[in-house]
């Protein structure tokens, strides 16, 4: 047998356990789902919008959505967790090279995936139950908890690995110094809350995670992180298992153990790999939906409750103006995965390639 070559090797270091991730989710979620079922995990809908009005419209579209199994994102970092354990027993035993449990590579994405998964299944939970008054966690002290968890992050990189430079693809790297914590900060947050509020309908969420994923994975690689992008390519193939059982109708959704830990991960891998400034473009689509709420929302207090949209996030305004969800979930996907190839393609580029 020819001897592999490095890339060929480092290609099936990617591709072998992103397909297992893969297979394993596709092949779990049909018993996790009657799981679900079983024990009556299904998400319910919110009555208010975030300044405390009644949702009335968001309502009226979803209304039958109410008690379809929710917490799908559990699915999915199980499988990486999973696939991780895998690589761990194989390379203990010299079946395989290396492990993809890395201290240098995915120690720190996969800590940030776990810790805030389980503050978002709190949160899914809360919901399941009909706690709190926007049924789930408030805003406040979910917002607390993951700005304290940033705060962590942001310290751990600055003083523990030196992290304190700002790459600008084709011009170069700029020391901010301290800025560096607030900025780490604000990635985190923003990534994670940019992720949620996307996640609103069947299948929107799941395709644009994949696309992000898929982006900094491929960055990943070029920038001879290998491991670092295998675990891009497993999370993305759990995804893309969720997907095949959350696309319209939808069989159960991700909640916020997904959602929330998926785009604090994004942020966190952006931070590690310094494509912040190409990370508006891999997610680009999370960015609209983010700036579309803030739009609403300094809209109504500046201008005596007048909308820009008939309802924020810009998903639900078209859903509202009667586009059928398909459309407007493959219209996004459309526009991500173009927009996202750009990015990836400027980040190239940026590193001289």
Not at 340 to 351: K, Q
């Amino acid at each position: 047998m020819l001897p592999l070559t490095d890339t060929v090797r480092h290609l099936l270091l990617i591709f072998i356990p992103s397909s297992l991730a893969f297979l394993i989710a596709l092949f779990s979620a049909k018993p996790f789902i009657q799981f679900l079922l079983k024990y009556k995990l299904g998400k319910q809908i919110r009555e208010t919008t975030t300044d405390g009005k009644k949702a009335e419209i968001f309502n009226q579209l979803h209304a039958k959505k109410s008690g379809t199994p929710t917490m799908g994102g559990i699915l999915i970092w199980a499988t990486v967790l999973l696939v991780i354990i895998i690589s761990q027993a194989l390379a203990y035993f010299d079946i395989i090279e290396r492990s993809l449990w890395n201290r240098n590579e995915t120690y720190l994405p996969i800590f940030t995936l776990i810790t805030v998964a389980l503050l978002g299944a709190i949160d899914d939970y809360f919901n399941i139950r009909g706690w709190g008054k926007s049924k789930g966690i408030n805003v406040k002290p979910k917002m607390f908890w993951l700005t304290l968890f940033a705060l962590a992050g942001s310290l751990w990189f600055y003083f523990k690995l030196g992290y304190n430079e700002l790459h600008i693809p084709g011009i170069g790297d700029f020391p901010i110094g301290w800025w560096y914590i607030p900025l780490f900060i604000f990635i985190i947050l923003a990534s994670a809350n940019s992720v949620n509020i996307t996640d609103g309908l069947d299948g929107l969420a799941g395709g644009l995670i994949i696309i992000a994923f898929l982006g900094l994975g491929a960055i990943s690689f070029a920038k001879g992180l290998f491991i670092l992008s295998a675990l891009c390519g497993i999370i993305t193939g759990g995804t893309l298992a969720f997907l095949w059982f959350n696309i319209p109708p939808a069989k159960f959704y991700m909640g916020d153990t997904g959602a929330l830990a998926l785009g604090a991960t994004m942020g966190v891998i952006s931070m590690m790999t310094n494509t912040v400034a190409i990370l508006p473009f891999i997610g680009f689509i999370f960015v609209i939906e983010t700036i579309s709420v803030i739009i609403q929302l300094l809209s109504k207090k500046l201008r005596k409750g007048k909308k820009v949209f008939r309802i924020a996030p810009l998903h639900h305004h078209f859903e509202a103006i009667g586009w059928p969800e398909s459309q407007i979930v493959m219209r996004f996907w459309t526009i991500g995965a173009i927009i996202g190839v750009f990015g990836i393609i400027i980040g190239l580029i940026g590193m001289g390639m």
